[in-house]
């Protein structure tokens, strides 16, 4: 068991080491002193610390470790993979393109080389190269070669690099992206411009310099050539012409056609709207009127019943010479009548598709053959006017189109004649201009050879089976920073983690951060979760003498705290003491019980108190009974032999239980009796426990601790929150209440020690 600190009572002084500073003094209320320094540990100290909570913390930081390399792994699988192609050129010594070889004479091998290095890198010389790429890729630009972008950052490489190789006359151009195929065609590029600026300077020439003036000439030229012959091809087309002649004498000829067609409609309109006249005065009907009887005429129904209703008509004029209108034969022949014209009328109605109230009668009549000629003929001369009067409106539309035809046809034509002058001049000029470039291309002596040699061509690097290497990204080194930032943020979460977890985890942390002497320490076990048996007779094994149970563990380190009370000053013994805690379930109770059960057994006449009025513990413990208890005997003024309870499981063992619940435990806590009852306890037994409440919140420990040697804190380990000791102990220091030292309840490591021996 850990009891290797200081086990008296000690002053603490806020300015000095916790380690260095105790001072033993004798037991005197009052003396403990809170020192919010407390937690300052030496630079070791410190160190352990961190690695046991890492150590604590391990699966925690390995997870998040695992899982940020797994994610770095799968983020490093879907990034593009970029590839490096290169080439590299030889250069002579004393050859720079635009150099000459008195500038270079004067040079250092290496100014010269790193003047290379520039040039070849210079926007002058790179625009051209520029040109050419964009051709086929038009995002390239120079500040995209050399990472010049806005925003871009510091550390990421150009992609065109140009590199001299230590101890030689080469240079090594690369290219980076994530096409190969645009890598091929940037680097073949480069190579070409780059072999052809290190040609050396030419003598001058004049032949040279004026095939150069006439090139310069000949595209624009040939470019407004081809203009000019566009242009006259779009008039031609509008204007639907060969030439300007032969356009002219057709809209001629088309004007006076339409003229003449327009006179000859006109004259056969009036002859038809003079015959239209005539025949409409002879038959006295309208052409729709016409259309109609015509329509009845060719009905052979109609034409029948209209027939036998005319004979029936001169039958019934007949005889009515003959009878009266009252006569059996006229009735007769007027029936028959009345019969044939509703029959009549429907028939009528059926072939007109209409009511014959909105018909004039005289559609209605016999039509012989000669009044159907007619009819005939009206109609045909209506319908002769009517596409004559279309034909006059199309004739003059056709020569209204023409005249603004012929009206604006004049300024196509100088148009057309202008282009024709300026093409001949232009063309003249242009083949002149070729011919003369002929002529000086055969004098003009051709360029000299290129000085740079290209010694390794474009090409990128290949593993065995043929695949392209990648640069980027880097599969081991991502995931070895991917698994450091993963034990970066595995050791913030740890620490956070640990930061929540307010608990001390071990009887070391107690010891560090909590300024009070260790009395003792109690390891984890199932038998604090049992109830003792305080009923239970020892064992006798003869008729003189007995035995105990074979003690444990656990119970060796409560005759062990035991000790270390009785130690604390031989000269003066604790006789009396007082349990708590900062918070409840720390195991106060627990320990309070088990303190005055190894006391007795260690020869001591024991009293275990239930002070805590509030919420009693010991007698369901101990199983014992409550009628009469601690508030029984100061309400009722009971001497103490009436309440206090012998266990039958040690003679020295004796319990004052809580008694009946009370409406104010700390009125009567704080009372005078409770004082001198307090006292007689003192005087009967060698050793007082009181099990009181906890401290935070309540004032039960504080009232009681000053009638006896001190208070004993209990602290448990992995439940007791950090916070929670601390401002216990500040009240504690506040109330000037003595304090003995403390308790560590439930540490695991303990029992391992404990487990060791036994």
Not at 211 to 217: F, G, R
Not at 556 to 565: D, G, K, V, Y
């Amino acid at each position: 068991m850990n009891t290797g600190k200081n086990i008296q009572v000690s002053v603490f002084h806020p300015q000095k080491n916790i380690r260095n500073s105790a001072q033993t003094y004798p037991l005197q209320p009052g003396t403990f002193v809170y020192n919010p320094d407390f937690s300052s540990q030496p630079p070791s100290r410190s160190n352990n610390q961190f690695w046991k909570w890492v150590w604590r913390r391990a699966i925690l930081i390995l997870g998040i470790t695992a899982a940020t390399t797994s994610g770095t792994y799968l983020w490093t699988n879907h990034q593009t993979p970029e590839y490096r192609g290169s080439f590299q050129l030889f250069i002579p010594e004393n050859s720079t393109p635009e150099m000459g070889e008195s500038q270079l004479e004067d040079s250092t091998p290496e100014l010269s080389y790193a003047s290379q290095v520039k040039l070849l890198q210079s926007p002058k010389l790179m625009s051209g190269i520029v040109e050419q790429i964009k051709t086929r890729y038009p995002e390239v630009n120079y500040s995209a070669l050399f990472n010049q972008k806005t925003g871009q950052t510091a550390f990421e490489p150009d992609k065109l690099t140009i590199t001299p190789l230590p101890d030689t006359r080469i240079l090594e151009v690369s290219y980076r992206d994530t096409e190969p195929q645009k890598i091929q065609f940037i680097l073949e590029n480069i190579a070409k411009s780059y072999i052809d600026s290190s040609r050396q300077e030419e003598r001058f020439d004049p032949n040279k310099e004026k095939l150069k003036l006439i090139e310069a000439q000949l595209n624009p030229l040939q470019s407004r050539v081809d203009t000019i012959k566009k242009e006259l091809l779009n008039l031609q087309q509008q204007h639907t012409f060969i030439t300007p002649e032969i356009k002219t004498k057709q809209l001629t000829e088309q004007i006076s056609q339409l003229e003449a067609e327009k006179l000859e409609t006109q004259a056969q309109l009036e002859q038809q709207r003079a015959g239209y006249l005539v025949l409409q005065e002879q038959l006295g009907l309208q052409p729709e009127q016409a259309m109609l009887a015509s329509a009845l005429t060719q009905s052979p129904r109609y034409q029948a019943l209209l027939q036998k209703l005319l004979e029936l008509e001169t039958n019934i004029a007949i005889e009515s010479a003959r009878f009266t209108s009252k006569a059996p034969q006229i009735q007769a022949l007027l029936d028959q009548r009345e019969q044939i014209l509703p029959l009549l009328s429907q028939e009528a109605e059926r072939v007109l598709g209409q009511d014959l109230n909105n018909i004039d009668p005289e559609i209605l009549s016999f039509q012989d053959s000669i009044r159907m000629g007619l009819i005939q003929q009206l109609v045909t001369s209506a319908n002769q006017i009517e596409m004559l009067e279309i034909r006059t409106q199309v004739l003059d539309k056709a020569a209204q189109k023409l005249n603004q035809s012929a009206q604006a046809f004049p300024s196509v034509m100088r148009r057309y004649s202008d282009l024709e002058q300026e093409l001949e001049v232009a063309t003249n000029r242009l083949n002149d201009l070729t011919l003369r470039r002929q002529e000086l291309q055969l004098v003009v002596t051709p360029p000299p050879p290129p000085t740079w040699e290209l010694i390794a061509e474009p090409s990128i690097p290949r593993n065995q089976e043929g695949e392209l290497i990648s640069i980027y990204p880097i599969v081991p080194l991502n995931l070895a920073l991917g698994g450091l930032a993963g034990i970066v943020l595995g050791v913030a979460a740890a620490q956070l983690v640990e930061r929540l977890d307010n608990v001390f985890h071990n009887t070391n942390e107690v010891t560090d951060r909590v300024p009070l002497p260790l009395l003792g320490v109690i390891p984890a076990s199932d038998e604090a979760l049992m109830l003792p048996s305080a009923t239970t007779p020892r064992i006798a094994v003869s008729t003189t003498r007995t035995y105990e149970p074979s003690c444990t563990p656990f119970q060796e380190a409560f005759r062990s705290l035991n000790a270390n009370l009785r130690l604390l000053d031989p000269e003066s013994p604790v006789r009396s003491c007082v349990v708590s805690s900062a918070t409840p379930a720390d195991g106060k109770s627990t320990v309070a019980m088990n303190l005055a059960m190894g006391a007795a057994a260690m020869g001591q006449r024991v009293l275990l108190v239930d002070a805590d009025l509030r919420q009693p513990k010991v007698h369901r413990m101990l199983q014992l009974s409550n009628d009469l208890g601690l508030s029984d005997a100061l309400i009722q003024n009971l001497q103490v032999e009436e309440v206090v309870q012998q266990t039958l499981s040690d003679e020295n063992f004796f319990v004052l239980t809580a008694g009946q619940p009370i409406a104010d435990p700390t009125r009567l806590l704080s009372s005078r009796i409770m004082q001198e009852f307090m006292g007689k306890l003192a005087e009967k037994f060698d050793l007082v426990i009181y099990d009181t409440a906890p401290l935070l919140g309540l004032a039960d420990a504080n009232l009681l601790a000053p009638n006896t040697n001190g208070l004993m804190m209990v602290v448990g380990v992995g439940k007791t929150d950090r916070a929670a000791v601390d401002l216990a102990l500040r009240e504690l220091q506040m109330a000037g209440v003595p304090v003995l030292g403390m308790v560590a309840n439930g540490d695991k490591q303990e029992r391992k020690y404990y487990a060791a021996y036994y």
